[in-house]
């Protein structure tokens, strides 16, 4: 079993940084992949980013270039770093990550982009 606890959410204005932090309970180094999901209120949970052991990354087509997402290996942490916040960009962001051949979900840390 893996726990993965998010933090780093809250409140921000538009245009603002905030930078997601996902500990993992376990080293990273025995997951192949981690990523972030976000769900808005009403919508479905989308993928946001995803990042293999290798360190390749993907990235949602509308988010390239205003979210990067990276790992800490030493700190078993997985990071998503998001530039020039949108109000569309609400949602509560998710952590995930693959220990084959499970998948396993944090339990959500809630982005809030408003003036």
């Known amino acids: 079993q893996v726990q993965l606890v998010e933090s780093g959410g809250g409140l921000v204005q538009p245009g603002g940084s905030l930078r997601l932090s996902c500990a993992a309970s376990t080293s990273i180094l025995s997951i192949s992949a981690m990523a972030w999901y976000r769900q808005a209120p009403g919508k479905q949970r989308e993928l946001v980013a995803i990042?293999?052991?290798?360190?390749?990354?993907n990235y949602a087509s509308s988010l390239k270039g205003r979210f990067t997402i990276s790992r800490d290996n030493a700190n078993n942490t997985v990071y998503l770093q998001m530039n020039s916040l949108k109000p569309e960009d609400t949602a509560v962001y998710y952590c995930?990550?693959?220990?084959?051949?499970?998948?396993?979900w944090g339990q959500g840390t809630q982005v809030t982009v408003s003036s």
């Open positions: 995930r990550a693959n220990v084959p051949p499970q998948w396993y």
């Open positions: 990042i293999s052991s290798g360190g390749s990354t």
